[in-house]
């Protein structure tokens, strides 16, 4: 099968894709400006409460409101959904969409657990359409060409990845963030992105060790790992939403080094620094919007080409990612209710 371009900034189909959206939240917010923003089609939006679609629809110029997802997803006028639910309904939702025959991108984490991610797979392979994770670091601009470096072997051997994705967001029982019920945790907020991050970089790990401490409602305030990848080499990441940290990420090669800049899994800059401390490369970003657009016009573009998987994160290394993170559930200790 004919590989696309790696660049998503030259991704964009033919306008004729048409979005809809499933929930309303900040995320959806984001994802639905980062849209307006690159100029596509967004014909449809989706709540529970159909006051809330309404709002959205009003503010983003949306055509059609539906006050629930089972409508949303019969919509003949949308050929694709962005779930923006909760971590817990991922799985549902995005089933319910291609059911409908529906392509769906499916905001990190893909879905709760690995065996859900597979039943979506497997659901996305019968109906034959696109069910992609919306991981959208992986799309941005600077994580390409980071890509490209490497491919190159201007690093030597790749030997390390380390990277951190660590907040101040709320200790706050209450909050999101820290109700098991809804998935919360550091680990599938916050480190989902230096693990996916490390698996991009240097193959889905052999082997994972991890350590936590775990807040008041026995969600994970702060993860560690350090991953074996394929060929040996080694990954750290820490994540935390109790404390702000540095959020950058250094990739670590025999030859030469890749350090990326704050923050590190959003448009930013990098430079290429070798051994002697020499820099051969600096780049920085210079996008519109926070950057949510590309992995957007990237779906897009596959399915134009009348594809159903993503080069840069093939559904089967999400479906992987999501058996990594239930691995070091295990080991810290952390059980979603009803598992």
Same mark, same amino acid.
């Given at each position: ?110 879905? #709760?657990?690995?065996?859900? *991610?597979?039943?979506? /797979?497997? =659901?996305?392979? $019968?109906? %034959?359409?696109? &069910?992609?994770? +919306? ?66 970089? #240097?193959?889905?790990?052999? *082997?994972?060790?991890? /350590?936590? =401490?775990?807040? $008041?409602? %026995?969600?994970? &305030?702060?993860? +560690? ?115």
């Amino acid at each position: 099968m004919t590989g696309l371009s790696s660049d998503p900034a030259h991704s964009a189909a033919a306008p004729g894709l048409r979005w809809g959206i499933l929930a309303t939240g900040g995320i959806a917010h984001a994802f639905t400006s980062d849209l307006r923003t690159a100029g596509r089609q967004i014909t449809a939006v989706g709540s529970r409460r159909p006051e809330a679609a309404a709002a959205f629809a009003q503010q983003y110029g949306i055509g059609h409101a539906h006050g629930s997802y089972e409508d949303l997803v019969a919509d003949p006028d949308v050929d694709i959904i962005y779930i923006a639910t909760p971590h817990p309904s991922h799985a549902e939702n995005a089933l319910l969409a291609l059911d409908a025959g529906k392509h769906v991108l499916v905001e990190k984490p893909f879905t #709760l657990t690995a065996a859900e *991610a597979q039943r979506v /797979a497997d =659901r996305a392979a $019968e109906r %034959g359409l696109l &069910a992609m994770e +919306a991981m959208w670091t992986r799309y941005l601009p600077h994580m390409v060409r980071i890509r490209e470096i490497i491919a190159t072997g201007t690093l030597g051997e790749v030997r390390a990845v380390f990277a951190d994705h660590t907040q101040k967001i709320s200790a706050d029982p209450a909050h999101r963030l820290n109700a098991l019920e809804l998935g919360g945790g550091s680990l599938l907020d916050l480190g989902i992105y230096p693990v996916s991050f490390a698996c991009d970089v #240097l193959g889905v790990p052999d *082997a994972v060790t991890s /350590a936590a =401490r775990l807040g $008041e409602t %026995g969600a994970d &305030a702060e993860v +560690a790992t350090i991953a074996t990848h394929p060929g040996g080499a080694l990954s750290t990441s820490i994540s935390t939403s109790r404390a702000a940290g540095p959020n950058r990420a250094t990739v670590l090669g025999t030859d030469a080094r890749i350090e990326i800049n704050a923050t590190w899994y959003c448009p930013t800059s990098f430079r290429v620094v070798t051994a002697d401390g020499t820099v051969l490369e600096e780049y920085a970003s210079a996008i519109e919007g926070r950057g949510m657009q590309f992995q957007a016009l990237y779906a897009e573009k596959l399915i134009a080409a009348g594809r159903t998987d993503s080069d840069l994160l093939p559904i089967a290394e999400s479906v992987a990612i999501m058996r990594l993170l239930d691995e070091v559930r295990a080991q810290i200790g952390v059980v979603y209710p009803g598992e």
